[in-house]
């Protein structure tokens, strides 16, 4: 207990300096960063000690004391003392412990004063404090079930982080709204705030992952796999390497993209340690697709249907059925030269050769396979296998590595941070200006003198 007080004593001078500092955001950043260690050591004599100890208005302490104990209302002004900042950080710690507690509404209600608080007070230095009030009021309304009540309060509270330039509680806010119609399936409704709204560009990088991510899941479930990709490339590479389930939850949704797209995902990523036990289910789905049997695809599906459920993913892994089948077709073309549409039907547990017959010819029209069918004899024929560099493929695999070169350097070049004021050291002092003046005084009284002199 005593060295989790210390290091809320580090944390709140860090809030202190904020308050006066040009860069409020970095020194708040580090003081929320702290509580990552003792979160799970927070108990109620601990949040009391707390509480008793840094806050010092008697109606904040009371009022807080009184939600832990018996989850009372909390009721005070909103004042914007010299102890903003640690006041929103204990009322911030306290928010934690009830949910950790499971007392949820109570949680919800502190979370909520919180909220209110913070744009009643609003201080540059309490920026990224509003955005931790916000996350954590969303994350208790869903946890309570009634997220969809404070819906109307996000959209109030992100128009007017745009207008104010807060860019924390602007990405946050967006991402928490996303969230939320993604849980309840209004994929165009999250579609639309995405496309109308703007996510700042100096956003955190742990929002700009979960940015990212979104976009990835809404072009996947609206079959843009291509910007899908590119964007769920850009979450995992963006979140910080300690978030585990998030790079978990990104991962498996990249891999069935890229089934989709008609690539396999590298093996050497189903055995990094922190994803191995998570993507197992994924691995052998990804086998069962590589191998083109529609039989072992439907009984992997069956073996982990629960997994793939609560994972969201069951609609989309549905859709990789016809990417068996591609598998299955340039199996065979690649071992005959010529077989029967009976057998192919056979081989892919079709249910007659008509049906092979139709797959095969849509898989011809794709660019899939190189064969041809001859209907009258009711036969596929293969082509012969043409030199792949007499076609346009290197071009498009060596353009797409381009591209995302250049996007790289783009997104290196926009995350570039420069000290404050970095470019008064450019600009000259009041005694470099004297003296220039002086020397330019001196030079044009000797041009004087040398033309009355000539």
Sequence with gaps: ADQVVADLKAAVTLLRRARTAAEPRALVTRA??????????????LITRVVSEFVKRKSVQESLLGA??????LEFTFDSSDELEVELFVQLLVVLHLIDTKKITVAAGVAQRLANHTEATHRRSSDV??????????????LE????????????????????????????????????????????????????????ATAPTNEAARYHYYLGRI?????????????????????????????QTAHKLAIIVDMLLGSLPERSLFRQPSLRRALQPYLELTQAVRSGDLSRFTATIATHDAVFKR?????????????????GLRAICLAYTRISLADVAARLKLDSAEDAEYIVAKAIRDGVIEASVNHAAGYLESNEVGDLY????????????????????????????????????????????????????????????DEDAF
């Design 68 to 73: 832990v104990a018996s989850g009372a209302q």
């Design 390 to 449: 007499a076609t346009n493929e290197p071009q498009h695999a060596f353009h797409q590595r381009a591209v995302f070169c250049l996007r790289l350097h783009n997104d290196c070049v926009k995350a570039l941070r420069f000290p404050p004021n970095s470019q008064r050291r450019f600009l000259e002092t009041s005694e470099q200006r004297r003296e220039r003046e002086l020397q330019e005084a001196e030079m044009a009284e000797e041009l004087e003198g």
């Design 219 to 247: 072009g996947a479930v609206q079959l843009d796999y291509s910007d899908a990709q590119r964007n769920l490339l850009q979450a995992t590479r963006k979140a910080p390497r300690g978030a585990v389930g998030f790079l």
């Design 145 to 200: 079930g009634t997220s969809q009540t404070i819906r109307g309060a996000l959209h109030n509270a992100l128009r007017k982080a745009t207008l104010r330039s807060d860019v924390d509680t602007q990405a946050t806010v967006m991402n928490t709204l996303v969230r939320g119609y993604l849980q309840e399936n209004l994929v165009e409704q999250a579609h639309l705030l995405l496309t109308k709204a703007t996510f700042p």
């Design 32 to 45: 929320l960063r702290t509580t990552v260690k003792f979160r799970s050591l927070l108990d109620e004599a």
């Design 129 to 142: 404090l509003s955005a931790r009030a916000y996350f954590f009021l969303a994350r208790a309304k869903e």
């Design 311 to 327: 994972d969201g993913n069951y609609t989309l892994i549905l859709r990789l059925r016809r990417n068996v089948i591609k598998s």
